[in-house]
């Protein structure tokens, strides 16, 4: 069985996720704790960064490589066109969708959990003791603030991030407009990019990660609740129902259930 080795809030491993779903691939999550975990990553594929797809004694890096090689070696329900205008556009799309709303929706999603105590609460495992959970919910907006800068989140960054995504998503509902994909009348790598990547910006409604369902459907305030974007957000919704599968103890059976912790023979 394929293993993908990933953070469960990871939108990068979603949209792997979903492309896996797309194809019908059976897979097995495996959650890389940060810090040991990638050490151990690190031994097997010589860098850190999830996701990473394991197929017999073959490691595949990077979401993008992994969407070509699972294309490649896997052809049935085809990610990548054939005709040649509309596979520069997918192969465009997927990397436009990388570097903006992949890079961007970080920024978005802190100061969305800088903002709202509950919400970066709600983000922790559920694992978690609760105690830890309120020393999480009652850290200072001054502290997450600080903690920013040290990553480059300044609040200028921030906020010139999500004045992008906006213009970002207008984009894309134009481009919705009359079609029901992004590039063709079938669903395309680019696609299950943008929305995969988009998770971040608002989570789906259904239970399709392994999150508290307090989650579900919430978002970056600004985004998630402008109807100006709502058609975009719709096409997602419409997205999921067809192709995500949801976990175990939904109305499918999935195929990749709530992720074990990593193990690395």
């Known amino acids: 069985m394929l293993e993908l080795y990933q953070f469960e809030l990871s939108h990068y491993s979603e949209k792997?996720?979903?492309?896996?779903?797309?194809?019908?691939?059976?897979?097995?999550?495996?959650e890389v704790t940060p810090g040991i975990g990638q050490v151990e990553l690190f031994r097997l594929t010589g860098q850190r960064q999830?996701?990473?797809?394991?197929?017999?004694?073959?490691?595949?890096?990077?979401?993008t490589e992994i969407a070509k090689?699972?294309?490649?070696?896997?052809?049935?329900?085809?990610?990548?066109?054939?005709?040649?205008?509309?596979?520069?556009l997918c192969l465009m799309m997927e990397e436009w969708a990388d570097e903006s709303i992949g890079i961007k929706g970080r920024k978005a999603l802190f100061y969305a959990i800088s903002q709202d105590q509950n919400f970066r609460k709600a983000l922790l495992p559920t694992s978690v003791p609760d105690?830890?959970?309120t020393v999480v919910e009652g850290v200072p907006k001054d502290l997450l603030k600080l903690l920013g800068f040290g990553v480059g989140y300044t609040p200028e960054a921030v906020?010139?991030?999500?004045?992008?995504?906006?213009?970002?998503?207008?984009?894309?509902c134009l481009l919705l407009a009359d079609s029901p994909y992004l590039v063709g009348d079938e669903p395309t790598l680019a696609d299950f990019a943008v929305a995969g990547l988009s998770i971040l910006l608002k989570f789906p409604e259904g239970p399709y990660l392994d999150l508290p369902v307090t989650l579900r459907g919430r978002g970056v305030p600004g985004l998630v609740d402008n109807p100006v974007y709502e058609p975009f957000f719709a096409w997602r919704d419409r997205l999921y129902t067809q192709f995500r599968k949801p976990l175990t103890g939904s109305t499918q059976t999935p195929t990749g259930t709530a992720p074990t912790s990593i193990e690395i023979d």
Do not use: F, W
């Open 159 to 172: 906020q010139k991030a999500i004045a992008d995504l906006k213009q970002d998503l207008e984009a894309l």
């Open 16 to 30: 792997v996720r979903l492309i896996l779903d797309y194809k019908g691939l059976e897979y097995r999550k495996i």
């Open 50 to 63: 999830v996701p990473v797809l394991k197929d017999g004694h073959k490691y595949i890096v990077d979401s």
């Open 131 to 133: 105690v830890l959970k």
């Open 69 to 88: 090689y699972l294309d490649s070696r896997y052809p049935d329900r085809p990610l990548i066109p054939q005709d040649s205008k509309q596979r520069g």
